[in-house]
């Protein structure tokens, strides 16, 4: 039997130092290596912001080492599914991708207890694309 190649996934946003790195964080723990993760931005920041960060410790996901990405086009040709963070990025299209964009507070500037509803809301719409993921591998 022949594994298909991971689905792979990549988050955008802006600075690449918010939704999108705790997006990413969260497919990572959750789905461990069945599913291919990336993110990236169009500008990205300097580094991920610290509420973001210390939202994620509390619910036992380490994003303290990732770094905000420069967003190319390669890394949308390599991924199935693009999914922007509500920041109004633009993307290049390419056929046969999925594209979402998950309308999500932008956390830049707030402290840890303004980005924890960001947070809970990222991992419910993660626990939703795993399993659209799941049932597509399976289909």
Known sequence: MSSSPLTSVLFVCVHNAGRSQMAAGFLAHLAGDRIEVRSAGSIPGTQVNPSA?????????????????????????????????????????????????WALEDPAGKGVEAVRPIRDEIKTRIEALIAEIDAKQEA
């Open 53 to 101: 960060v210390e939202a994620m410790k509390e619910v036992g996901v380490d994003i303290a080492d990732a770094e905000p990405k420069i967003l190319t086009t390669e890394a949308v040709q390599a991924s199935d599914y693009v999914i922007t963070m509500g920041c109004g990025d633009a993307c290049p299209i390419f056929p046969g991708k999925r594209y979402l964009d």
